[in-house]
């Protein structure tokens, strides 16, 4: 697509010298590292012959201090002024410091940058601004000398005219206030700058009072920090010189130079020299050619099917790119050759253009594996489709989404599970459903439970029909259908001796059960009274009367004979 570019007024501009140069050859490249051997320039592109990144992806540099004045070539009488600025700057320890600011102010300012793009001399800062000061203000929007594509008269005059209206109509210098006398906006970020803060001011601004943070004077366009605080100013805004420049004229994507001749291509949404819209490895003009982009960048049809077409397999042909490129396995195939050597094993028909898979060693199309050979799910009852999650389980197959709990219908996945009856569950709904519940509290026993007669209890649920507590591990007592501590059966059911009121209790019978009638300790009674063995003695002298004559005495206690004859 062809553009126009309107005329400027015919001005001339003098040739002049520039006191600086710019070292690119051999220069690394920031982005490609050891791997490219240094820039070597292109006859006409902005590119690097070695590895193909552009001319400031490499570590381009001046060969001497350089201030943007020098640059820009607007010293004029101002030699003197701009040596003095250097020799201060370099007195401060820097490259370049703001005009006008104090030794303690021109600290302050620096330290409001970032620490990496602080100008300080043999630091990283330094070497920041001088890229800075080359990519910002490119050299070939400078001067005539420094462009190799301008064309005819016409151009020149043009490139002449902008120079010098850009200088007149946009072109300042930001000037750094040291001391706010109050709060002030920032233009930038709305942020506050407070009273007695830095800020920098842009005197082509038509309202008075707009400032910036150090930080905020960035260039609209790139949002980087304007190098020197030298700005271009257009609609209310400003402008690094290289941003600002392609708001007046189109820059070549291909040489970077800015077009002033008359006629252009528009391609790839950028614009172009007449001659510069090119193949990236053969530099044929691709204006009114078919070409193929590659990374972005394009390619004649020649060289795009010479460097990138893959070669077929199946006849060892390179697979142009007016031709399908069919990949199995890795490997590349035209159609034509695809069809000949792959076809499904079922229906016999190409698989060209077709989903397909190798099931147990033969190719097959997808409509016949769904119908011959897919798995259903036996969740849905749908088949399972090739590359649909699955999970397997005993032989059988689930889309992953269907391999849910039959009870709460939570997906289960990867977590355990317990199948049962051709379904699974979790495994609290397994355990809800189909767990040994105790005969107590009627809820599922996870584990440590117990068996009496025949039913399943919580060991803390066997407990006592008197007092509740567990009776777990624990001699205990069976009487009229309820389980008794001993300490609850002997009090309500067991006889009491007649010594020491304590209850005389049985003896384990089945079942770990202690059943009355049975007692545990010999015991002596006597009419309706009953003793422990260990309590029948005599009250007087304390000797066991167990098998032994003994009497009553006045006190209906029993007593030796020998004590009865005192």
Known sequence: MAGTNTNFPSRRRKRV???????DRGQPCVSCGD??????????????????????EHDVIHDNLVTVMERLNVVGDNTKDVEKAKERALGLGYSWVPDGLPPGKVEEFMNSLPNDQVPRLHTSGEKFRDRQLII?????????????????AAAVENFNQFLELREEAAFGVGRVKDYLPQDMECYKCGGEIEAGELAVFADRMDEEGICWHPLCFTCFKCDEIVVDLCYFFREGQVYCERHYAELIMPR??????????????????????????????????????SYIL????????????????????????????????LIFKGNHFHESC????????????????KAFGNWDGMMCCLECYEKHLARTCPRCGEIIKPGAKRLGYQGKEWHDKCFVCKVCNEHIGTKKFVPKDDDIYCNNCYEESFGTRCAGCNKVIQSGGLLYRNEPWHPECFSCSGCGKSIHNTRFYFKEGKRLCTDCFGEKFAPKCD?????ILGKYGEHGIIQPGKPDTKYVAFQSRKWHNKCFNCKKCQTSLVGEAFTMDNDDKIICPNCAQE
């Not at 010298?17 to 070292?23: A, L, N, Q, R």
């Not at 929007?141 to 420094?146: L, P, Q, R, S, Y």
């Not at 010594?499 to 209850?503: F, I, L």
Request: with cysteine; aromatic share 10%; hydrophobic share 20%.
């Open 499 to 503: 010594e020491c009121n304590k209850p």
């Open 136 to 152: 910002q203000i490119p050299k070939q929007d400078m001067a005539e000398e420094f462009c190799r594509h301008l064309g005819d």
């Open 35 to 56: 791997k490219c051997p240094g820039f070597a320039p292109h006859k006409w592109r902005c590119t690097c012959c070695n590895c193909g990144c552009r001319r400031e």
């Open 17 to 23: 010298h520039y006191p600086f140069e710019e070292v």
């Open 252 to 289: 070549c994507a291909s040489c970077d130079e800015l077009i002033f001749s008359g006629e252009y291509v528009k391609a790839m949404n950028e614009n172009f020299h007449s001659g510069h819209f090119c193949c990236q490895q053969c530099d044929t003009s691709l204006s009114g050619q």
């Open 294 to 325: 590659r990374e972005e960048q394009p390619y004649c049809v020649a060289c795009y099917d010479g460097l990138f077409a893959n070669r077929c397999e199946e006849c060892g042909k390179k697979i142009g790119h007016d031709n399908k490129d």
């Open 338 to 353: 695809f069809e000949q050597r792959y076809s499904c094993g079922m229906c016999k028909q190409s698989l060209a253009d």
